[in-house]
C-alpha cells in the first residue's frame, strides 16, 4: 500500500513509500482510507513536539479516519465489510495513523460513518468530537437548559462544542473575532467579539453578573485564566488547551469544578477504547439529525500536498482541514 512515513523528527518530512498492509487481528478491523483529518496534535507529532504521543520512527502519522472497512477480525461484532465507518484510531505511539491507503485499527475505537456526511466531514469529526462530548458530557453532565460559553467558538473544536451544546438543549455563548462571528451565530450560538468585549461586560449582560453554568476553553493560556472567573457558583470550567500554570483562587472560591480534557489518553493508555467508540455512535446520530456537522476549509490536499495541510493548520486554519486519500472522498 502506499503510505507517508515520518523518519525523523529533525525535519519532520514525509517520505512517500510502498509497505505492507497489516491484515486485521482479533478485534481489529482493516479500514481502506478515504480521508484523514488533519490536528494540532498531528503536525506537533511531526514535529518532535508531542513527545508524550509521539511512535517510534518510521512511522505512519494521521489520528483521524474515515473509509471502508476491509477486513474484520476474529471477535468483532457489529462491523461487516464494506461499512463506511470512521474513528480517531492512530497516529500516535504504537498505532499507526491514517495517512496510508489502508489502516488496521482496534475496532472498539470505530463507528459506523454519519450517513449524511462525506468521508471527507467524517475524517473532520472524531478528535473534536470527541473532545467535546468528554468536556461536555462526561466532565461537567451538561443538562438542558444551562448556559453554556465556548471561548473560541469558530475553531476547530470550539464550532463543534457549540453545535453538540445546543444539540443538547443549552443555551450556548461563544467567543470569536470580529470576522468570525456570522460563523459561530449560523452555528446555534449568542456571538460574543472578544477583540471589543471584555468578560466581565459579557458576564454582566448575559448572566446579570452571576457567570455561566458551563464555560468551555478550548484556548488554553490568558483565555483560560480569565475563564475560571466566568462560572457562576457550583458551575464547571472544561479545558482542553491546560497546559499552563495557573492560579485557581477565583473558581474556588465559586466552588467550581475544573476539568481536562485529554483525547488522546484511552489511545496511549489503552484503557476506554469503547467509550470513544459509543461517543462516536452517539455523534453519529446527532449529525444524521442535522445537529452536528463540521465546517472544512474550502482546500483540497492530497498525498502529494500533505506537507501543505499540516502547514495550513500550523498557521491558523481554525475548521477543520482533511486529506484526500481516495481523492474522490
Not at 27 to 38: K, N
Not at 41 to 67: C, E, H, M, S, W
Not at 111 to 125: I, Q
Not at 234 to 239: A, D, F, I, L, Q
Amino acid at each position: 500500500m502506499r503510505a507517508l512515513i515520518l523518519d525523523t523528527y529533525d525535519n519532520g518530512r514525509f517520505r512517500d513509500a510502498n509497505i505492507e498492509a497489516r491484515s486485521a487481528a482479533n478485534g481489529e478491523l482493516q479500514i481502506r482510507v478515504h480521508a484523514s483529518g488533519v490536528n494540532p496534535i498531528d503536525y506537533k507529532i511531526r514535529q518532535g513536539k508531542a513527545p508524550f504521543a509521539a511512535p517510534a520512527l518510521p512511522a505512519v502519522l494521521g489520528t483521524d479516519v474515515a473509509g471502508v472497512v476491509t477486513e474484520v477480525g476474529a471477535g468483532v461484532k457489529g462491523f461487516a465489510v464494506g461499512d463506511e465507518v470512521y474513528g480517531l484510531a492512530g497516529g500516535v505511539r504504537g498505532l499507526p495513523g491514517s495517512l496510508a491507503e489502508f489502516m488496521t485499527v482496534d475496532a472498539a475505537f470505530i463507528a459506523k460513518k454519519p450517513a449524511n456526511l462525506t468521508m471527507r466531514e467524517a475524517a473532520a469529526l472524531p478528535l473534536v468530537a470527541l473532545t467535546a462530548w468528554e468536556g461536555l458530557v462526561d466532565r461537567a453532565n451538561l443538562n438542558p437548559g444551562q448556559t453554556v460559553l465556548v471561548q473560541g467558538g469558530a475553531g476547530g473544536v470550539g464550532h463543534v462544542v457549540v453545535q453538540i451544546a445546543k444539540a443538547l438543549g443549552a443555551d450556548v455563548y461563544a467567543t470569536a473575532s470580529t470576522k468570525k462571528l456570522d460563523l459561530v451565530r449560523a452555528l446555534g450560538a449568542t456571538p460574543i467579539d472578544y477583540t471589543n468585549t471584555t468578560i466581565e461586560q459579557y458576564i454582566q449582560k448575559y448572566t446579570n453578573g452571576k457567570g455561566f453554568d458551563i464555560v468551555y476553553d478550548t484556548v488554553g493560556g490568558d483565555t483560560l485564566e480569565a475563564s475560571l472567573g466566568a462560572t457562576c457558583a457550583y458551575g464547571h470550567v472544561v479545558s482542553c488547551a491546560a497546559y499552563e500554570n495557573h492560579n485557581l483562587a477565583i473558581s474556588s472560591f465559586r466552588c467550581a469544578d475544573i476539568s481536562g480534557v485529554f483525547v488522546l489518553y484511552p489511545m496511549l493508555s489503552g484503557e476506554r477504547h469503547a467509550h470513544h467508540g459509543a461517543i462516536l455512535r452517539e455523534i453519529a446520530q446527532l449529525a444524521e439529525a442535522g445537529k452536528v456537522r463540521p465546517v472544512l476549509d474550502s482546500r483540497r490536499f492530497t498525498f502529494d500536498t500533505a506537507m501543505d495541510a499540516h502547514r495550513a493548520v500550523e498557521t491558523g486554519a481554525n475548521i477543520k482541514v482533511v486529506i484526500d486519500v481516495v481523492t474522490n472522498a
